[in-house]
C-alpha cells in the first residue's frame, strides 16, 4: 500500500520558474491537502480539494495553483517561482472530517524545494 | 485566522525521563491531533482526540483534549531514543471547511 506519494522528493528552481509538484494517493479518499512547512514552523494549508473537480483556497495560496481532476491526483503548480517559496511542500490525503477516521490525514514524505 | 502556540519549541532531556508539552489557542476545536515528523518524512499521527476531557494513551504516550476545548497536552513516558523528532499539535476547528491548524512544533532531542 503506497498511501500518498509525491514527487519530485528534491528541487531547485530559478526566479520565475514554473514547475509542478506531483501528488497521488491510492487509499480512494477524497479530501486532499497541500501544505507548506517553513523552517522551525508548523504546517500551513495552501489549497485542499473536497473530491474531484473542486479546490479551494488555505491559508497562503497566494502562487499557487491546484487542479484535482481525479481522485487521486491532486497537483501543485508554481508558475512564476520566488525565493519566499523556498519551503518543505507536504501532500496529505483523509477521508472526509467530521467522520471518525476522517480526522486521520495521511501525509507524504514531502518535497524540498529551493528557489534561487 | 486560528493559531496555535505549542511550547515548548525544543526540548533536551536525558533518556528515561519524561516528556511533557502543550499547546492553546484562543479558539475552540472539535479535535485535536498529536503528530511525530521525523528528519525527512511527513508527519504521522499518534493520537486522535475528540470530546473536551478526553485522556487517551498510545503506548508510552498520553494526550488530554482540554475542557474549555482551547487546549491540549501530549506527555511521553520514560522517553527512549527513538522518540527523537519533532512533534506537533493540530486542531480543527468547529466551523467552516474542517480545515487543520497546526502548532509550532516541539523538537526533542534525547542524551543518551
Known amino acids: 500500500n503506497a498511501g500518498v506519494t509525491q514527487t519530485p522528493k528534491f528541487r531547485i528552481l530559478k526566479i520565475g520558474q514554473s514547475m509542478t509538484l506531483q501528488c497521488t494517493q491510492d487509499m480512494n479518499h477524497n479530501y486532499m491537502y497541500w501544505y507548506r512547512q517553513d523552517p522551525g514552523m508548523g504546517l500551513k494549508l495552501i489549497y485542499y480539494s473536497v473530491g474531484a473537480g473542486i479546490t479551494d483556497k488555505g491559508e497562503v495560496p497566494n502562487g499557487y495553483n491546484v487542479s484535482r481532476s481525479t481522485t487521486e491526483d491532486f497537483p501543485l503548480r508554481l508558475e512564476l517561482a520566488a525565493p519566499s517559496q523556498t519551503s518543505v511542500y507536504f501532500c496529505?490525503?483523509?477521508?472526509?472530517?467530521?467522520?471518525?477516521?476522517?480526522?486521520?490525514?495521511?501525509f507524504g514524505e514531502g518535497s524540498w524545494l529551493t528557489v534561487v | 485566522g486560528q493559531q496555535l502556540n505549542q511550547s515548548p519549541q525544543s526540548m533536551f532531556i536525558q533518556e528515561g525521563e519524561d516528556v511533557s508539552m502543550n499547546c492553546t489557542s484562543s479558539?475552540?476545536?472539535?479535535?485535536w491531533l498529536w503528530y511525530k515528523q521525523d528528519p525527512g518524512e511527513g508527519p504521522v499521527l499518534l493520537i486522535a482526540?475528540?470530546?473536551?476531557?478526553e485522556l487517551t494513551s498510545n503506548g508510552r504516550l498520553t494526550a488530554q483534549f482540554g475542557i474549555t476545548r482551547k487546549d491540549s497536552f501530549l506527555n511521553i513516558s520514560a522517553s527512549i531514543p527513538s522518540d527523537v523528532g519533532i512533534y506537533f499539535c493540530?486542531?480543527?476547528?468547529?466551523?467552516?471547511?474542517?480545515?487543520?491548524?497546526f502548532g509550532q512544533g516541539t523538537r526533542l532531542t534525547i542524551n543518551p
Open positions: 482526540l475528540y470530546k473536551a476531557g
Open positions: 493540530a486542531g480543527r476547528v468547529i466551523q467552516g471547511a474542517q480545515k487543520l491548524v
Open positions: 479558539s475552540i476545536f472539535n479535535t
Open positions: 496529505a490525503s483523509s477521508y472526509s472530517p467530521g467522520s471518525y477516521s476522517g480526522n486521520t490525514i495521511y
